[in-house]
């Protein structure tokens, strides 16, 4: 059984201590005569004046399996049930440079996102999608350059102008040596490309977010919503620094920088985090940077549902969790939002499943009453303490950040991960000691449970993928191929800006093991650090 709480034990997931009652008495007047309003520094309250009552957050649903043909069929399922924007998930040999027929990839080709291996099976992807009328959202970072000059390529094979072409690529190495592990290259080289495809989109694609700065997979290794915030800015610190290095004036890019976070089951916490995030980081761009456009000062996110609050036990408990996540991100003024479907703790999403995670968008958009007026929970005491708690927690894990030398150092040092670590091996064992109730899991739970319908993946799928490959390198122009991919050594070599050149290797079928192969040379890979 739970065990019950003492009053000194009721606090947030990221141990803020919560009083019994919070009242003008306890809250700090001067912050609530501070709030402002939205679409005005520091855009506490939202970074759009009218906020929903303009224009609903953009709907998207993250996809992508087996192949770029089924993939391809999902997505028009989705638009044609009122998805707003797409979002593409990529298997692991994608995202780590390796084509389908390669020996790393055997046994993980569409198993958790979409192959795409060449121009061909991006043009698949996109097959009558019209990329002028719709914005992408891509799930890729180590091979990010490489995967948007696909989609370029495939925009202009449409007739698409580049001032048309809209999206994000999410482009967040760093984290990646932090909570998910797909890098390729070392951290330095791996910078050097982040920062070559912000300066690329800041001259080429306007319509384009070059970076999405996730602490979504941070949180989801177990940080808590303070940690998620801090590790992200200091994150983005570092990407700024690195493009203002390369010559870049910070309001040529800051207002194409965009954010990805996680909305958790602490439903007020999550709320003041994204307001405390959206505060903060107007004022470290003003303060720190000078930025003087509003566009630079903004603080434009994604969010998605926490897929570590999901549960195999009993998962249609999943639909209850993600709507009250999906509503906390809507009252924190998300730009876009991803509802994750009830039985993705066992497989794939069905139709069906992910039909009721957008449903859960549309019911809370159109049904609840809370897009009515613009920042319905502004005032709380309770949320106006939280927010004003998280802004200065996270200050204090900035500066000890940069005193351990930023970001890439932090992460070198292993500090950013025990601190993760910590964190995760805390909650755990408050669920392990009944301290924290998970309904299902260790209260409330059923000897006996009904499972759901599950999807199941094409089990030939890699052998119609490597097929797929042998015709595309047999029919390519293979000279026009070579030259294009020992021009893009070459300027590996040196200092130039390499998107231009993996457009030209894309556009002749190179491939995307060729492409990361040929940046292999050059770079060499990243094998780990110790002091992970």
Wanted: aromatic share 8%; charged share 25%.
């Amino acid at each position: 059984m739970t065990k019950p709480k003492p009053d000194s034990q009721f606090e947030t997931l990221s141990k803020i201590e919560t009083e019994r009652i919070y009242t003008p008495d306890t809250t700090r007047v001067d912050y609530l005569d501070a709030l402002g309003f939205p679409g005005e520094y520091p855009f506490t309250r939202g970074i759009q004046p009218t906020m929903y009552r303009g224009r609903l957050w953009t709907m998207r649903q993250y996809a992508g399996f087996a192949s770029a043909e089924e993939s391809n069929a999902r997505y028009k399922y989705l638009l044609s049930q009122g998805q707003t924007g797409l979002s593409v998930a990529f298997d692991l040999p994608t995202q780590t440079g390796y084509d389908s027929d390669a020996p790393m990839a055997e046994g993980e080709v569409g198993k958790v996102g979409v192959p795409i291996s060449s121009l061909q099976d991006m043009e698949e992807l996109f097959a009558d999608i019209p990329l002028d009328q719709v914005s992408t959202s891509m799930t890729i970072n180590a091979t990010a350059p490489i995967l948007l000059a696909l989609y370029v390529a495939v925009a202009h094979k449409q007739g698409v102008p580049n001032a048309k072409i809209r999206g994000t690529t999410q482009n967040d190495i760093l984290k990646e040596y932090i909570a998910r592990g797909t890098y390729i290259y070392p951290p330095q080289e791996s910078l050097r490309l982040t920062v070559d495809v912000i300066e690329y989109c800041a001259r080429e694609l306007p319509g384009w977010n070059p970076i999405s700065i996730s602490g979504y997979h941070i949180r989801e290794a177990g940080a808590n919503a303070v940690q998620e915030i801090a590790f992200t800015f200091a994150n983005a610190l570092e990407y700024v620094n690195a493009s203002l290095a390369r010559g870049m004036k910070i309001d040529d890019f800051a207002p194409q920088l965009s954010f990805f976070f996680v909305a958790q089951m602490d439903f007020c916490e999550e709320i003041a985090k994204f307001r405390a995030a959206r505060r903060l980081w107007a004022r470290i761009m003003q303060e720190k940077f000078g930025a003087a456009k509003q566009q630079s000062m903004m603080l434009r996110f994604h969010t998605q549902t926490a897929g570590v609050s999901l549960t195999a036990q009993q998962p249609e408990n999943n639909i209850v969790r993600t709507a009250i996540e999906a509503l906390a991100a809507v009252l924190g003024g998300t730009q876009s939002l991803h509802t994750n479907s009830y039985d993705e703790a066992l497989a794939l999403p069905t139709p069906e499943s992910a039909r009721i995670a957008l449903r859960t968008q549309q019911i809370i958009g159109y049904e609840s009453g809370v897009t009515n007026t613009i920042d319905a929970i502004a005032g709380s005491y309770y949320i106006e303490h939280l927010t004003d708690e998280i802004e200065t927690r996270v200050r204090d894990y900035l500066a000890q950040i940069e005193k351990l030398g930023g970001a890439q150092r932090a992460i070198e040092t292993g500090f950013i991960n025990r601190e993760i670590q910590e964190s995760a091996w805390k909650f755990q064992q408050a669920v392990d000691d009944g301290e924290r109730t998970v309904v299902g899991v260790n209260e409330f739970v059923m000897t006996e449970e009904i499972k759901p319908r599950l999807a199941h993946s094409d089990p030939i799928a890699q052998e119609k993928q490597k097929a797929r490959l042998r015709a595309l390198r047999a029919t390519r122009d293979a000279a026009r191929c070579e030259e294009s991919l020992r021009a893009l050594e070459t300027a590996a070599r040196g200092a130039e800006n390499l998107m231009p050149r993996i457009l030209q290797c894309v556009e002749a079928y190179a491939t995307v093991g060729e492409i990361s192969d040929t940046l292999r040379r050059v770079f060499g890979e990243y094998r780990g650090n110790a002091a992970f």
